[in-house]
């Protein structure tokens, strides 16, 4: 909580600095020429139009200001930050009264003494009131930066919401509320003070500190293993588990976990942001090597890892399990409908409430060409939802039928059953390691670590685990150190782990 409260602080404090380092001049100048003024207001306005996660996904490829970490995340805080900064600054310096500039020029200041003597301080409570506004927003903005491996408090928003555990979304949003309501107060109290220049000095010197203490405290995670994984449950655990026996391995690791998705984490992976994630052949074919489905395992295999070698990036041995997609229905309703096999829905095709995550409304290996190979339209337009959302609302009957993953471990724990693909859709998605290989140079043994992995997780071990962090609320990180602990003893072969309580 404390690390996460501590990266928290550091994105806000960093990303108000700077704009406020870039508004104040800009503010300044746009009260001395309104055509500018206009200008760089719309601009402000229409990028706070921008939804954040839409803005953090266009700025993930972009070179030195993008790909995942802190410094996408405070790039989209700045962005967001500037409008209230720069309206403020503007404003403040245009409501100062014309008889004291007037005043004051005929004293005979010049005009850069007139602004430092009589406009800024005289404006400074509405500027001080343009940062407070940026503050706070920059703290709420903050948590979705957990989704581009930023850190943060978001990290407990996105892991409840994956694992449908209330008390990690509380942990994640009541400290953020709270440092939002501590930002206004302590801004609040700098506004209304006396002397409220030397009160914002004294702020803004403190909040220098506490970042300068966090970079610093940072610096050692530039030497170590670079782990990601995507955002959801399954995902987590594996990234888990690559880092333990990582560790177990003297590795030093830096986990960037529950990653906004398969793009994010490839696009990371290529530019070497991150080292290592754990991907599914099935996905790397179609989403994005944007090849056609194939259904033989070994071929799929080997068609991805010769087309992953231009890109720089290694394809390690299977895990051991095939987490298919799946779609899931309640067994009641199943069962009253007479739907075991996915094609018994094209009779109800056209009143089904389907629910899914995005991202498979556009993949090769998602609904276009499900509905094809199976000769059915819905009538009803599928539901988008975080991938955490798709089993709640299932199992609340706001959906009838949603799209899965074969090892989840609520399929059993909410009594859901999973309808059979007896045309073969789906392509093998193999659980495979993807290694950047310019890195593997800086980490002598890493591929060696890597390969230990192989064959060590079956299907039932995945969806034992998956359940333990779903159904039982264990934290990742638990139920992978357990998996590994169990299992790092016995190389070369399958070992079904069990999850204890």
Not at 295 to 313: F, I
Request: hydrophobic fraction near 50%; charged fraction near 20%; charge should be positive.
């Amino acid at each position: 909580m404390l690390a996460l409260i501590g990266q928290h602080l550091v994105l806000v404090l960093v990303s108000t600095g700077i704009a406020a380092a870039l508004g104040l001049p800009l503010g300044i100048a746009m009260a001395r020429r309104p055509r500018l003024a206009r200008a760089l207001l719309g601009v402000a306005g229409l990028l706070q139009t921008i939804p954040s996660l839409a803005l953090f996904g266009f700025l993930i490829p972009l070179p030195f200001i993008g790909g995942i970490g802190a410094r996408t995340a405070i790039v989209a805080l700045v962005l967001y930050a500037l409008l209230p900064v720069l309206r403020n600054t503007y404003t403040g310096i245009l409501q100062v009264d014309r008889a004291v500039v007037e005043a004051a020029t005929g004293m005979g200041m010049t005009p850069s003494q007139r602004l430092r003597m009589v406009e800024l301080p005289l404006a400074l409570p509405v500027i001080l009131a343009g940062l407070r506004i940026a503050a706070v927003v920059s703290v709420g903005t903050a948590t979705i930066a957990a989704a581009v491996g930023a850190g943060g408090l978001g990290t407990y928003v996105f892991r409840g919401i994956a694992t449908m555990d209330t008390r990690l979304i509380l942990a994640g949003a009541i400290p953020a509320a709270l440092l939002a309501l501590l930002t206004d107060a302590l801004l609040g109290a700098v506004e209304k003070s006396r002397r409220p220049a030397r009160a914002a000095a004294i702020l803004a010197a403190g909040a220098t500190v506490v970042a300068a203490l966090a970079f610093t405290a940072g610096a050692s995670r530039q030497r170590a293993v670079v782990v990601g994984s995507k955002n959801f449950t399954e995902q987590v655990i594996l990234g888990e588990i690559v880092a333990a026996a990582l560790e177990d391995r003297g590795f030093h690791v830096d986990r960037r976990l529950n990653l906004g998705g398969t793009k994010v984490c490839h696009e990371a992976v290529t530019s070497g942001q991150l080292d290592v994630y754990v991907e599914y052949t099935g996905t790397a074919l179609t989403d994005i090597l944007k090849r056609p489905v194939r259904s033989d395992p070994g071929e799929v295999l080997e068609e991805v890892r010769a087309a992953y070698r231009p890109l720089g990036l290694r394809v390690g041995a299977p895990l051991g399990f095939n987490n298919t997609f799946a779609l899931v229905m309640r067994r009641q309703e199943a069962e009253r409908r007479g739907i075991r096999r996915i094609s018994d829905i094209a009779p109800h095709a056209a009143v089904l409430r389907v629910g899914l995550f995005g991202e498979f409304l556009e993949r090769q290996d998602g609904m276009p060409g499900l509905l094809q190979t199976y000769g059915f339209r819905l009538g009803v337009r599928p539901r988008e939802m975080d991938m955490g959302l798709i089993y709640p609302a299932l199992a609340a009957g706001q959906v009838d039928l949603v799209v899965g993953s074969a090892t989840d471990g609520l399929i059993a724990a909410m009594d859901l059953i999973v309808l059979e693909d007896d045309r073969h859709y789906f392509p093998p998605y193999d659980a495979v390691p993807v290694i950047n290989e310019a890195r593997l140079a800086r980490h002598p043994g890493l591929a060696a670590a890597l390969e230990s992995l192989a064959g060590r997780i079956d299907e039932a071990s995945m969806r034992r685990m998956n359940f333990a962090v779903d159904g039982e609320h264990r934290a990742p990180a638990g139920v992978a150190r357990e998996f590994w602990a169990r299992n790092s003893s016995q190389a070369g072969q399958v070992v079904p782990g069990r999850v204890e309580k």
